[in-house]
Nanobody
Framework: QLQLVESGGGSVQAGGSLRLSCAAS????????MGWFRQAPGKEREGVAT???????RYADSVKGRFIISKDNAENTLYLQMNSLKSEDTAMYYC???????????????RGQGTQVTVSS
């Protein structure tokens, strides 16, 4: 049974860094399109970053140059390195994965339970 478990969230001051992890079981991260979404209270869900089956990465304009998405195939884990954090990055962050290999943005066929990131200014 597929399971995605996020960790690494927390509270940090503006300008700081966090690394989110998404450990996958019942799923091979190397083969599929995965990514991260976030949702802040009162706001719509936003795609943050994605890494597709070909290894191509894409980022929301709001995080480009600050966030890095990567996979560790040996650990079967997806990561999101977040640097130069801003208060507007405060949100619940969700790991997402798709059923089939493809290029482009992750659709989110499967999602984890989320990890909270809070950035104070």
């Amino acid at each position: 049974q597929l399971q995605l478990v996020e960790s690494g969230g927390g509270s940090v001051q503006a300008g700081g860094s966090l690394r989110l992890s998404c450990a996958a079981s019942g799923y091979t991260v190397s083969s599929y399109c995965m990514g991260w979404f976030r949702q802040a209270p009162g706001k719509e869900r936003e795609g943050v970053a994605t890494i597709d089956s070909a290894g191509n990465t894409r980022y929301a304009d709001s995080v480009k140059g600050r966030f890095i998405i990567s996979k560790d195939n040996a650990e079967n884990t997806l990561y999101l390195q977040m640097n130069s954090l801003k208060s507007e990055d405060t949100a619940m962050y969700y790991c997402a994965a798709d059923k089939w290999p493809h290029t482009g943005w992750v659709r989110g066929d499967f999602r984890g339970q989320g990890t909270q990131v809070t950035v104070s200014s």
